[in-house]
């Protein structure tokens, strides 16, 4: 995880959230005040994000202490302590938000991540993200995937080539698309390109792609894709995934399993913070 990014982040976040100070909190709080408290999980699942809820607390204060129970990828039950948290009053109550907000969003992607991970669990094929994120995330969500034990796709538009429908109409065609890429790029880089039917696929196949990615197929044409290509390329089933019968789909033969909806539509785990004891402290 790359650090100075993760602080960059988490300082925007909480500026956002605090802008010229938290009004409430100050307002009814004395700085002397001192609490300790537990995140704890209201609804089983998957957790993740254990580090960056320290972090968001060292950041806003080091005065915090945060004691994590559970690990990320530690599958947890209604009521398991997450982490046991103590400091100054104003300072917790402050930061709670952005910290639960980033805790329950990851650990929410993970669990998904993990559910359909195991749908399949028998097959071999893998469970994977796509660029369907949320701005400015883009790392810590994926990071949540291979925390459920999903498989990362191409992080951005710079590390993977994936010629999809607008390219290959904008090139003029599959194989000019794939031709053009090949003399380009640098021949450690593989070559993705969507499909829509099997005349594309038997293209794709033909240009030379690593990997096919089959866009939209029901389960009949998909094994037949799959079958068409015979190894000779990586297979990769996308369109709505969230929404097919994955054990279907593995049992085509694909070898990856895309999945929009672990990003972008997922539901955040119910987690939350609750002081246990609080104490003002008056200075003499």
Request: aromatic content about 4%; some cysteine.
């Given at each position: 995880m790359d650090y100075l990014a993760l602080?960059?982040?988490?300082r925007h976040a909480l500026a956002e959230d605090i802008g010229t100070g938290d009004l409430t909190t100050t307002s009814c709080?004395?700085?002397?005040?001192?609490?300790k408290g537990r995140f704890f999980a209201k609804e089983p699942g998957v957790i993740c994000g254990v580090d960056i809820l320290?972090?968001?607390?060292?950041?806003?204060?080091?005065?915090?202490?945060?004691?994590?129970?559970?690990?990320?990828?530690?599958?947890?039950?209604t009521g398991t302590i997450i982490a046991e948290i103590a400091g100054p009053a104003r300072s917790l109550l402050t930061g709670e938000r952005v910290a639960l907000n980033l805790l329950g969003h990851l650990s929410g992607i993970a669990t998904k991540t993990a559910q359909v991970v195991a749908e399949i669990a028998e097959t071999h094929a893998r469970i994977c993200d796509t660029r369907k994120t949320t701005p400015g995330l883009r790392a810590l969500e994926k990071y949540a995937v291979k925390t459920g034990g999903g498989s990362n796709h191409r992080f951005g538009l710079f590390d993977g080539v994936l010629i999809k429908?607008?390219?290959?109409?904008?090139?003029?065609?599959?194989?000019?698309?794939?031709?053009?890429?090949?003399?380009?790029?640098?021949?450690?880089?593989?070559?993705?390109?969507?499909?829509?039917?099997?005349?594309?696929?038997?293209?794709?196949?033909?240009?030379?792609?690593?990997?096919?990615l089959l866009d939209n197929m029901d389960y009949l044409t998909m094994a037949q894709a799959v079958a068409l290509v015979n190894a000779r390329a990586l297979t990769e089933a996308s369109g709505n995934m969230g929404e097919k019968d994955l054990g279907q789909v593995a049992e085509t033969g694909v070898d990856f399993i895309s999945i929009g909806a672990l990003t972008h539509t997922v539901r955040a785990l119910d987690l939350s913070l609750r002081f246990y004891e609080g104490k003002h402290t008056v200075n003499a």
């Amino acid at each position: 995880m790359d650090y100075l990014a993760l602080d960059n982040l988490l300082r925007h976040a909480l500026a956002e959230d605090i802008g010229t100070g938290d009004l409430t909190t100050t307002s009814c709080i004395p700085a002397t005040a001192q609490s300790k408290g537990r995140f704890f999980a209201k609804e089983p699942g998957v957790i993740c994000g254990v580090d960056i809820l320290c972090r968001v607390f060292a950041l806003l204060d080091p005065a915090v202490s945060v004691n994590p129970q559970v690990s990320d990828g530690d599958r947890v039950e209604t009521g398991t302590i997450i982490a046991e948290i103590a400091g100054p009053a104003r300072s917790l109550l402050t930061g709670e938000r952005v910290a639960l907000n980033l805790l329950g969003h990851l650990s929410g992607i993970a669990t998904k991540t993990a559910q359909v991970v195991a749908e399949i669990a028998e097959t071999h094929a893998r469970i994977c993200d796509t660029r369907k994120t949320t701005p400015g995330l883009r790392a810590l969500e994926k990071y949540a995937v291979k925390t459920g034990g999903g498989s990362n796709h191409r992080f951005g538009l710079f590390d993977g080539v994936l010629i999809k429908d607008n390219h290959i109409i904008a090139a003029g065609g599959i194989t000019a698309a794939v031709a053009a890429a090949r003399q380009t790029i640098p021949h450690t880089i593989k070559i993705e390109v969507e499909t829509e039917s099997l005349e594309q696929v038997q293209e794709a196949l033909s240009a030379g792609a690593d990997i096919i990615l089959l866009d939209n197929m029901d389960y009949l044409t998909m094994a037949q894709a799959v079958a068409l290509v015979n190894a000779r390329a990586l297979t990769e089933a996308s369109g709505n995934m969230g929404e097919k019968d994955l054990g279907q789909v593995a049992e085509t033969g694909v070898d990856f399993i895309s999945i929009g909806a672990l990003t972008h539509t997922v539901r955040a785990l119910d987690l939350s913070l609750r002081f246990y004891e609080g104490k003002h402290t008056v200075n003499a």
